[in-house]
């Protein structure tokens, strides 16, 4: 009884065809990836190396610009106050 009060416009106990519309593909199995050698992996950990020994230098070198340019704007970087 409740039930043809909460939904008294849909219809019961009918069947829908399912229509497909094409757009789903078919994926294909891909080969699974292998491991690395020995020698692949330490030349692997000395790119990264070599990457992160990189990106420090390049930090270091903006942040020493970016200093250089905010000494010569001001001549102080802060200053303390004690009340």
């Known amino acids: 009884m409740s039930n043809d009060?909460?939904?008294?416009?849909l219809p019961r106990n009918t069947k829908v065809?399912?229509?497909?519309?094409?757009?789903v593909k078919?994926?294909?199995r891909t080969k699974k990836?292998?491991?690395l050698n020995q020698d692949e992996k330490e030349?692997?950990?000395d790119i990264r190396?070599?990457?992160?020994?990189?990106q420090l230098s390049k930090h270091h070198q903006e942040k020493?610009?970016?200093d250089n340019e905010d000494q010569d704007e001001?001549?102080?970087?802060h200053i303390d106050i004690d009340v």
């Open 43 to 45: 030349q692997h950990e």
């Open 33 to 35: 990836t292998e491991s």
């Open 26 to 28: 078919k994926v294909a």
């Open 49 to 54: 190396q070599i990457d992160i020994v990189e």
């Open 5 to 9: 009060l909460i939904f008294p416009i």
């Open 17 to 23: 065809p399912v229509v497909e519309e094409g757009n």
């Open 74 to 77: 001001d001549g102080l970087k």
């Open 64 to 66: 020493q610009s970016k």
